[in-house]
């Protein structure tokens, strides 16, 4: 649009340009046929010198519309006519526009073509167009009676003729003001040509690829453009729909594919759950055949105990009447017999609580309470060993949601090996805790007896490992209080360090509950 407008612009302007050239040269045809007519018209009354005739003559010509003067002036430049009274014997500048072309060289020219004749200057706020022309030394005019000039004069003087222009200048106006109305005309059609063009040669093509773009952005891949030319942008829209066309052809074949992964993912998934079932299966298998064999073990040796002495009592009874040391023996035997009994039955007892620990009947606890009652257990054993015992009870502690029952029997594994790991006497250290960032509580059992060795840490939860050297021991407490905490959502964790003690740090998450009951 812009081109079309620079080139309509253009075309007005050197159109403008010359009409208006066109326009002067007609004016100076018709200034130059004047000065011509006035030269033939004049011809006679100049030889014969009859002013008289010459001065009508000239004023008649000079009154047509359009004239604004017409003088006739010598070779020295003196005025001797004039339509113009003022100017008669006025003297006219030969430097000035009207002579500069003639007396420019050294020496006057003694011919001018029709443009170098002309000039267009200004008097007052209109153009006027002068034109001279030589009145030049014939024969006839230096063999006159009257006034013969000598035949070496080429040019007797001057006639000068100007005409108004402002016809000129105002058809110009019109004319000029008329091309730029059609101009402005057809730049306004040519513009509407072009914008229409564009909206449907490009606009139109372009806004469907763009909507075609955003559809297959959006995942619509069966998306196609029309193709309505066989310029670029048809070529544009044809390998459009090609790419398309490529791209739903590779995503049905890409979820064809993934519809196959997925079926041998599953088909793979069941293959490993089968695998996994079978393994844990075969992981039981073998933990119960491993448990089964440390029972019997630990069961054998009460057995063997108790068969051995009852086989002596029965050969006792079978000799002579008793006498009283042989009585006494029999009732110690007996008693070994009872308390191996006894034996085997906490060990099936704690095996039992281990393997098929109830479900926690949960209920809002205070947990402060609950390690209060524990200690009240334990307390008498502790004095016995000359263990100081240090209660740090929180006061903020909330109730816990947990069974207590479990919670305590937790707790009194936990004091119970603390004791046991000081036999000599010691300090006996439980913290209750509350911990705001996870909303837990927490009880700290912290003893001063010798540590757990590094590379012990990882089995003392594991059934029936016991670092005692009592034979009565079963290696089942910590197991089963790990159990019950994490029944609980809890976790139980150990810090030990040799020679200075052991740390057992029970966690419970902290539930909302109704207060705490009052604990008999």
């Given at each position: 649009?812009?081109?079309?407008?620079?080139?309509?612009?253009?075309?007005?302007y050197?159109?403008?340009?010359?009409?208006?050239?066109?326009?002067?040269?007609?004016?100076?045809?018709?200034?130059?046929?004047?000065?011509?007519?006035?030269?033939?018209?004049?011809?006679?009354?100049?030889?014969?010198?009859?002013?008289?005739?010459?001065?009508?003559?000239?004023?008649?010509?000079?009154t047509?519309?359009?004239?604004?003067?017409?003088?006739?002036?010598?070779?020295?430049?003196?005025?001797?006519?004039?339509?113009?009274p003022?100017?008669?014997?006025?003297?006219?500048?030969?430097?000035?526009?009207?002579?500069?072309?003639?007396?420019?060289?050294?020496?006057?020219?003694?011919?001018?073509?029709?443009?170098?004749?002309?000039?267009?200057?200004?008097?007052?706020?209109?153009?006027?167009?002068?034109?001279?022309?030589?009145?030049?030394?014939?024969?006839?005019?230096?063999?006159a009676?009257?006034?013969?000039?000598?035949?070496?004069?080429?040019?007797?003087?001057?006639?000068?003729?100007?005409?108004?222009?402002?016809?000129?200048?105002?058809?110009l106006?019109e004319?000029?003001?008329?091309?730029?109305a059609?101009?402005?005309?057809?730049a306004?059609?040519?513009?509407?040509?072009?914008?229409l063009?564009?909206?449907?040669?490009?606009?139109r093509?372009?806004?469907?690829?763009?909507?075609?773009?955003?559809?297959?952005?959006?995942?619509?891949l069966?998306?196609?453009?029309?193709?309505?030319?066989?310029?670029?942008?048809?070529?544009?829209?044809?390998?459009?729909?090609?790419?398309?066309?490529?791209?739903?052809?590779?995503h049905?074949e890409?979820?064809?594919?993934?519809?196959?992964?997925?079926?041998?993912?599953?088909?793979?998934?069941?293959?490993?759950q089968?695998?996994?079932n079978?393994?844990?299966?075969s992981?039981?298998?073998?933990?119960?055949?491993k448990?089964?064999?440390?029972?019997?073990?630990e069961v054998?040796?009460?057995?063997?105990?108790?068969l051995?002495?009852?086989?002596?009592?029965?050969?006792?009874l079978a000799r002579d009447?008793?006498?009283?040391?042989?009585?006494?023996?029999?009732?110690?035997?007996?008693?070994?017999?009872?308390?191996?009994?006894?034996?085997?039955g906490?060990?099936?007892?704690?095996?039992?609580?281990?393997?098929?620990?109830?479900?926690?009947r949960?209920?809002?606890?205070?947990?402060n309470?609950?390690?209060?009652?524990?200690?009240?257990?334990?307390?008498?054993q502790?004095?016995?060993?000359?263990?100081?015992i240090?209660?740090?009870?929180?006061?903020?502690l909330p109730?816990?949601?947990?069974?207590?029952?479990?919670?305590q029997?937790?707790?009194?594994?936990?004091?119970?090996?603390a004791?046991?790991?000081?036999?000599?006497?010691?300090r006996?250290?439980?913290?209750?805790?509350?911990?705001?960032?996870?909303?837990?509580a927490?009880?700290?059992?912290?003893?001063?007896?010798?540590?757990?060795?590094?590379?012990?840490?990882?089995?003392?939860?594991?059934?029936?490992?016991?670092?005692?050297?009592d034979?009565?021991?079963?290696?089942?407490?910590?197991?089963?209080?790990r159990?019950?905490?994490?029944?609980?959502?809890?976790?139980?964790?150990v810090?030990?360090?040799?020679?200075?003690?052991?740390?057992?740090?029970?966690?419970?998450?902290?539930?909302?509950?109704?207060?705490?009951?009052?604990?008999?």
């Amino acid at each position: 649009m812009g081109s079309v407008v620079l080139f309509l612009a253009l075309f007005s302007y050197v159109s403008l340009h010359e009409h208006r050239r066109h326009s002067e040269e007609l004016v100076l045809q018709s200034a130059d046929r004047i000065s011509d007519i006035i030269l033939r018209a004049t011809r006679y009354q100049m030889l014969h010198n009859d002013r008289e005739a010459l001065y009508h003559t000239v004023t008649a010509i000079g009154t047509e519309p359009g004239i604004r003067v017409v003088r006739i002036f010598n070779e020295e430049g003196r005025i001797s006519f004039s339509t113009d009274p003022k100017e008669v014997n006025t003297t006219v500048d030969k430097q000035a526009e009207a002579c500069y072309r003639c007396h420019a060289q050294a020496s006057p020219l003694l011919r001018l073509e029709r443009p170098d004749r002309a000039r267009i200057f200004t008097a007052g706020e209109q153009r006027v167009l002068g034109i001279i022309r030589p009145i030049e030394n014939q024969p006839a005019c230096w063999t006159a009676a009257c006034h013969a000039h000598p035949p070496d004069r080429r040019i007797l003087g001057v006639i000068d003729v100007n005409l108004w222009l402002d016809g000129v200048d105002r058809q110009l106006a019109e004319y000029r003001s008329h091309l730029i109305a059609v101009t402005a005309l057809w730049a306004l059609a040519a513009s509407a040509a072009c914008v229409l063009l564009i909206v449907v040669m490009v606009h139109r093509p372009i806004k469907e690829l763009i909507l075609g773009t955003k559809k297959v952005a959006q995942g619509d891949l069966s998306c196609r453009l029309p193709v309505r030319s066989r310029d670029e942008l048809g070529t544009l829209a044809a390998s459009f729909n090609q790419m398309t066309a490529d791209l739903e052809r590779a995503h049905q074949e890409i979820s064809s594919w993934a519809r196959t992964l997925e079926e041998r993912v599953e088909s793979k998934t069941r293959e490993l759950q089968q695998a996994q079932n079978r393994l844990i299966a075969s992981e039981k298998m073998a933990s119960l055949g491993k448990l089964a064999a440390v029972v019997a073990h630990e069961v054998n040796n009460p057995l063997f105990g108790i068969l051995t002495y009852a086989r002596l009592i029965l050969k006792a009874l079978a000799r002579d009447p008793l006498d009283p040391a042989t009585k006494a023996v029999l009732i110690e035997q007996l008693r070994i017999v009872e308390r191996e009994s006894h034996r085997c039955g906490e060990i099936v007892k704690n095996l039992l609580s281990f393997a098929r620990q109830a479900p926690p009947r949960k209920e809002p606890r205070d947990l402060n309470a609950l390690v209060r009652q524990t200690l009240a257990l334990i307390r008498h054993q502790l004095d016995l060993q000359q263990v100081e015992i240090s209660e740090q009870l929180a006061a903020d502690l909330p109730p816990c949601c947990c069974d207590g029952q479990q919670v305590q029997q937790a707790v009194l594994a936990l004091l119970v090996n603390a004791a046991e790991a000081m036999p000599q006497g010691g300090r006996l250290v439980v913290i209750t805790e509350r911990d705001t960032r996870s909303a837990a509580a927490r009880i700290r059992v912290r003893d001063t007896g010798g540590g757990i060795p590094p590379d012990l840490l990882p089995q003392i939860f594991e059934p029936f490992f016991t670092t005692k050297e009592d034979q009565h021991r079963t290696g089942l407490g910590l197991a089963v209080a790990r159990k019950i905490v994490e029944e609980h959502g809890g976790s139980l964790e150990v810090d030990s360090t040799l020679g200075q003690g052991t740390e057992f740090t029970i966690t419970l998450p902290l539930e909302s509950a109704a207060p705490a009951k009052e604990v008999a």
